[in-house]
């Protein structure tokens, strides 16, 4: 989320992102010489795209949307970017890859220690995105995940990262290796929470792991949850402003990354109901959160929207809000989606 920044990661980290750095600026990341993924590609993909040609893509910053079982499109002239917290969608996919819940489980149990302790209270006097933790505390890795991806705990993906890896920098140095497998050729991650501007990628890339994350049940509840509640925080909300609308995902904010939003939520095409899935980056300007995060609400509602025609909604009457009468549901439309909250059962 927004507030300063300040270096966290350790001098193997530091070697391990030079080194990807050096790789990745002699692959196909920046083709053209100024960052930007080649036009080519995307008009080949989007060919073979029944949607493509209609979706209203962002104004500003950029968007990836995925629509049933077709190939996803993205937006034109794609760069890396900064993505705030998207960060920790592939924290919580690493951790699930190597600690798979299912079921009633809760999985590993971490006990905070007192250093993290202490970074959490740096954290917040930095006004950085935290959850409050204290030394001592346990917390099962389902808790850990909820505290990653609800309130989006940037001192949880740190605790996580040294978890699942042994130490950050490891972590760190799995999260590029994983990127490069799933085949996100213009990401690179310096930070397991995003919280570093030089974690970078792009909304085609963040679409490709936040999708593979999705197969996990586990991280589609948790990503569909309003709030959670945590030994020490107490009860925290989850910042998606269309959570109640039935787009479950995850938010990134802060002023170098604007608003970033990615998203499920299921829609009615032609009949037949379809997950939509999608990911906006660099929506809003400035620092404050709740208004780069509606930025990022209306861009990627307007994602969905261009691609769900309008449907008739039932004939049963509805109140008119405005003067207490009654209306004919007939002459009302809009796309239609689930039910606030409904996650879908395989995206």
Same mark, same amino acid.
């Given at each position: 989320?927004?507030?300063?920044?300040?270096?966290?990661?350790?001098?193997?980290?530091?070697?391990?992102?030079?080194?990807?750095?050096?790789? %990745?600026?002699?692959?196909?990341? %920046?083709?053209?010489?100024?960052?930007?993924?080649?036009?080519?590609?995307?008009?080949?993909?989007?060919?073979?795209?029944?949607?493509?040609?209609?979706?209203?893509? *962002?104004?500003?910053?950029?968007?990836?949307?995925?629509?049933?079982?077709?190939? *996803?499109?993205?937006? *034109?002239?794609?760069?890396?970017?900064?993505?705030? /917290?998207?960060?920790?969608?592939?924290?919580?996919?690493?951790?699930?890859?190597?600690?798979?819940?299912?079921?009633?489980?809760?999985?590993?149990?971490?006990?905070?220690?007192?250093?993290?302790?202490?970074?959490?209270?740096?954290?917040?006097?930095?006004?950085?995105?935290?959850?409050?933790?204290?030394?001592?505390?346990?917390?099962?890795?389902?808790?850990?995940?909820?505290?990653? @991806?609800? *309130?989006?705990?940037?001192?949880?993906?740190?605790?996580?990262?040294?978890?699942?890896?042994?130490?950050?920098?490891?972590?760190?140095?799995?999260?590029?290796?994983?990127?490069?497998?799933?085949?996100?050729?213009?990401?690179?991650? $310096?930070?397991?929470?995003?919280?570093?501007?030089?974690?970078?990628?792009?909304?085609?890339?963040? =679409?490709?792991?936040?999708?593979?994350?999705?197969?996990?049940?586990?991280?589609?509840?948790?990503?569909?949850?309003?709030?959670?509640?945590?030994?020490?925080?107490?009860? @925290?909300?989850?910042?998606?402003? =269309?959570?109640?609308?039935?787009?479950?995902?995850?938010?990134?904010?802060?002023?170098?990354?604007?608003?970033?939003?990615?998203?499920?939520?299921?829609?009615?095409?032609?009949?037949?109901?379809?997950?939509?899935?999608?990911?906006? =980056?660099?929506?809003?300007?400035?620092?404050?959160?709740?208004?780069?995060?509606?930025?990022?609400?209306?861009?990627?509602?307007?994602?969905?929207? /261009?691609?769900?025609?309008?449907?008739?909604?039932?004939?049963?009457? $509805?109140?008119?809000?405005?003067?207490?009468?009654?209306?004919?549901?007939?002459?009302?439309?809009?796309?239609?989606?689930?039910?606030?909250?409904?996650?879908?059962?395989?995206?």
């Amino acid at each position: 989320m927004s507030g300063p920044r300040r270096g966290r990661v350790s001098l193997g980290a530091v070697v391990a992102v030079l080194l990807l750095a050096a790789a %990745f600026a002699t692959t196909r990341a %920046f083709p053209d010489g100024k960052g930007h993924v080649p036009n080519d590609e995307g008009r080949i993909l989007n060919k073979h795209r029944t949607y493509g040609s209609s979706v209203a893509w *962002p104004q500003q910053g950029q968007g990836a949307l995925a629509l049933g079982n077709e190939l *996803p499109a993205a937006s *034109p002239q794609e760069q890396p970017v900064p993505i705030a /917290s998207l960060a920790k969608v592939m924290t919580a996919y690493l951790t699930l890859e190597r600690y798979p819940l299912s079921g009633p489980q809760d999985g590993f149990t971490l006990t905070v220690s007192p250093a993290e302790a202490q970074a959490d209270a740096a954290d917040a006097a930095q006004d950085q995105s935290d959850v409050a933790v204290q030394a001592g505390e346990q917390l099962t890795e389902l808790q850990l995940l909820e505290a990653l @991806l609800v *309130p989006s705990g940037n001192n949880i993906a740190r605790m996580l990262a040294s978890r699942v890896a042994g130490t950050e920098s490891r972590f760190l140095a799995e999260m590029n290796a994983e990127a490069r497998a799933l085949g996100m050729d213009h990401t690179i991650y $310096t930070d397991p929470s995003g919280f570093d501007p030089s974690t970078m990628s792009t909304a085609g890339d963040q =679409l490709r792991v936040f999708q593979h994350a999705t197969r996990f049940p586990v991280f589609r509840r948790i990503v569909s949850m309003a709030s959670v509640t945590l030994p020490v925080a107490g009860t @925290l909300s989850n910042f998606d402003p =269309l959570i109640a609308a039935g787009y479950a995902g995850k938010t990134g904010s802060d002023s170098a990354a604007g608003g970033c939003l990615a998203f499920f939520t299921q829609v009615t095409v032609g009949g037949r109901s379809q997950t939509a899935s999608g990911v906006v =980056l660099g929506q809003g300007q400035g620092s404050d959160t709740s208004a780069l995060l509606a930025s990022a609400a209306a861009a990627a509602e307007q994602l969905v929207n /261009s691609v769900a025609p309008a449907l008739t909604v039932g004939a049963s009457p $509805t109140p008119d809000t405005t003067d207490g009468r009654r209306r004919d549901a007939r002459s009302h439309r809009r796309p239609l989606l689930l039910a606030p909250g409904r996650a879908p059962a395989q995206p």
